[in-house]
């Protein structure tokens, strides 16, 4: 079984993951966990969560993704000024959530993470090519907040959490409060594979809709090319025609449309070739399942 081959590759080579979890047409058919219920951080795993965030807001009509910061930040843009404040206001949330802001720093700083972030100038010479960092996703979370009137964590514990009847989980906080929404939250690999099984099934959960069927289906499109095959709203695209949600250090939600199937699992494996080599274990597994194309 695929389980079976990942993990015991996996132990052999001191790269088990903490837990890990198959779901086939919608049902679990292999889980395990090294200490059951225990919660783990999973990176930029959260970035596909605010992504959903944005999702449930732009389905009520409370945005949309042409709309520009400038709608939402108004005040914080107006104190920027300068060459930051007028770049600021041209971009979208499109933009924010497909990482098309080049030159940006990785992550926000200070004391006040939303000035941080608007007094950086990107490379506008650069077009809308993709430029990976944590400062979209924590825009974009509060983007969500300003538009919802609503703080994000609790937007999401209303709108996702509880119709997922998952128990809220830890989420990070900028300095001022605001919904971190790059990473900073912990989940198990079951909690981390619902997600993927809802974007899956296009935004239905037990046979109630959670997400519009077109946010479902748009997220988790190629929005933008990059070398790793592309990327939606806050989700990897892969070109076999399935979707990722990744987070640093072995933290994995692999979606496969076709076989209707849900892998997922979290780890904590800081050294980066350590990392890879526990997902090429998975991609070995995989391809011998047929969920992924072998090599030619």
């Known amino acids: 079984m695929l389980m079976d081959q990942f993990l015991t590759a996996a132990e052999r080579e001191g790269l088990l993951p903490f837990g890990a979890e198959v779901c086939r047409n919608g049902k679990v058919t292999e889980h395990w966990e090294q200490t059951p219920g225990r919660r783990y951080p999973v990176y930029s795993a959260a970035k596909s969560f605010t992504s959903t965030a944005v ?19 108004p005040q914080e843009l ?5 060459t930051s404040g007028d770049l600021w206001r ?14 940006l720093p990785f992550r926000p700083s200070g004391e006040d993470w939303l000035m941080d972030c608007f007094s950086r100038t990107f ?13 979209p996703a924590y825009l974009a979370g509060v983007t969500v907040e300003r538009a919802v009137g609503e703080h994000t964590a609790d937007y999401l514990e209303r709108k996702l959490f509880v119709p997922l009847e998952i128990p809220r989980p830890p989420m990070q906080l900028c300095p001022k409060g605001h919904f971190y929404g790059a990473t900073g939250m912990e989940l198990t690999a079951h909690e981390l594979g619902m997600l993927g099984q809802l974007y899956l099934d296009q935004g239905v959960w ?25 990327y939606g709203y806050f989700f990897w695209v892969r070109p076999d ?3 990722t949600i990744r987070g640093k250090w072995g933290q994995r939600c692999y979606v496969f449309p076709e076989a209707h199937t849900v892998v997922s699992w979290v780890s904590h494996l800081p050294e980066e070739e350590r990392c ?16 992924l194309p072998g090599e030619d």
């Open 55 to 73: 999702g449930l807001a732009v389905d009520e009509g409370k945005m949309a993704l042409e709309d520009p910061l400038e709608k939402f930040f």
């Open 78 to 82: 107006d104190r920027a000024g300068g």
């Open 90 to 103: 041209q971009v979208t949330i499109r933009r924010l959530l497909t990482m098309t802001v080049p030159g």
């Open 123 to 135: 490379d506008i010479g650069r077009g809308t090519e993709f430029s990976y960092s944590n400062l």
């Open 206 to 230: 037990n046979r109630k809709r959670i997400l519009s069927e077109m946010w479902s289906r748009e997220a988790v499109r190629r929005q933008v090319s990059n070398r790793e095959g592309g």
């Open 241 to 243: 025609g399935g979707f």
């Open 276 to 291: 890879r080599r526990q997902e090429e274990l998975f991609t070995e597994a995989a391809m011998q399942e047929g969920l």
